[in-house]
Each structure stands twice: as C-alpha cells, then as structure tokens.
C-alpha cells in the first residue's frame, strides 16, 4: 500500500513538474519579440497595417520617396550592411528572386532600408547595394527617419553589444508592396528564391486580373 501510494505521489508531482514547464515555455514562446505580422490577408484592414510614407537617402545621396515607385512593385527589407549572415542571405535571395521572374523582374523595385544609420553611410551603402543587385536600392537616413519608416512596416530593431563592433537584432521580413505602395504579401527569413518568385509571380497575376 505505502509503496503504491509513493509511486501515485511521484506520478502526481511528476504531472505538476510538466505542467508547470510547458507553461513556462509557452509563456517563453508567447513573449519572445517575433515580428508582429497578423496580415496575410489582402483586405483594406489588412493593407492599412504594413508600410506607408517614407522619405530616405539613397547610396547615391539621393531623396527618395515611397511615392517614386508608384506603378512598380516594391520588395522592401530592412537589415544593416554588418549583418554577418541573415542580411546577404535574404538580400542574396531577393536578387535571385527578381532575376528568375525575367522580364516581369523589372517591375519590382529592390529595396534595402538600414536599421544601423550610424554606420551605414551613403557611402558604405554605395560599395554594399551592388554586391547583391545592380538595381537594389539602398536608403538611410537620420535616425529618426529610419526608425519612422521602421515603425510603418512593424519591423523590430534594437542595438546589441557596445563599441564599434556591436550588432543588431532586427526582424528580417521581406514585403512585397503593390504598384499603388501598399503590402500584398511578406516573406519569412530565409524563404528560397524560387518561393520568393513564383508568390511575387501569382501576386502579379492576382493585381492584374482586378485592374
Ligand atoms: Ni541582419
């Protein structure tokens, strides 16, 4: 009897431990700052929540606006030029995507928008863009003016580590924008070029047969 009943305590404490852990790791999971991208849809609601005006400087020290890419595809991604591997993968990615779309390519407009102003010059940009893409786009700006246009796309970013070497955490979502500048669909990190195409290819497909 008292052997039967240890062995029921043990199980009962058992289920307790458990339960509590898997509370504690959904409650982990739950708070982990993800990127908040609630959109899939392509409803006015939906639209409304990613992206909007920004005005930047592109890495030929030019101002560029949202508003000059009305009637092309955007395919915006924010990141920095130190990033040491997500960036050049989803910037690599996204040139291969655009080149495999062929002439249909030209309509999209690449976009690479720094969360890291203080490095990321004018200058640095310029030698970083075309390493990924002859028509990437690279655009900085103040700080403030980076963190407003971070701040329309939902996109997360915060300093990490002192000094010169320091690093960025940063959400690294690729949007695809619609030739009127509003989002159509994204991209989770690290999703293949040839994804990245043929979604951008049926989007395409899908703006045309509304219009
Ligand atoms: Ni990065």
């Given at each position: 009897m008292p052997k039967s009943f240890i062995a029921r305590a043990i199980a009962l404490i058992s289920a307790a431990i458990a339960a509590a852990l898997l509370i504690a790791v959904a409650l982990?999971?739950?708070?982990?700052?993800?990127?908040?991208?609630?959109?899939?849809?392509?409803?006015?609601?939906?639209?409304?929540?990613?992206?909007?005006?920004?005005?930047?400087?592109?890495?030929?020290?030019?101002?560029?606006?949202?508003?000059?890419?009305?009637?092309?595809?955007?395919?915006?991604?924010?990141?920095?030029?130190?990033?040491?591997?997500?960036?050049?993968?989803?910037?690599?990615?996204?040139?291969?995507?655009?080149?495999?779309?062929?002439?249909?390519?030209?309509?999209?407009?690449?976009?690479?928008?720094?969360i890291d102003p203080e490095r990321d010059t004018v200058q640095r940009l310029a030698e970083y863009a075309p390493l990924f893409h002859p028509r990437l786009l690279a655009l900085t700006g103040t700080p403030d003016e980076i963190a407003r246009a971070a701040e329309q796309y939902r996109v997360y970013y915060e300093k990490a580590g002192e000094g010169t070497d320091y690093l960025m955490n940063h959400s690294g979502i690729v949007y695809l924008m619609n030739p009127e500048g509003r989002f159509l669909t994204h991209f989770a990190q690290g999703t293949p070029p040839e994804e990245m195409a043929q979604k951008i290819r049926s989007q395409m497909a899908e703006v045309r047969s509304q219009s």
């Open positions: 982990k999971l739950w708070q982990a700052p993800e990127p908040s991208i609630a959109v899939e849809d392509k409803g006015v609601t939906g639209a409304a929540l990613v992206g909007g005006p920004f005005t930047l400087t592109d890495q030929h020290g030019k101002r560029v606006s949202d508003a000059d890419f009305r009637g092309r595809y955007m395919l915006v991604y924010f990141g920095y030029s130190f990033c040491p591997d997500v960036c050049p993968t989803d910037l690599a990615a996204m040139a291969a995507a655009i080149d495999q779309l062929g002439p249909a390519g030209d309509r999209v407009q690449p976009i690479f928008i720094t």
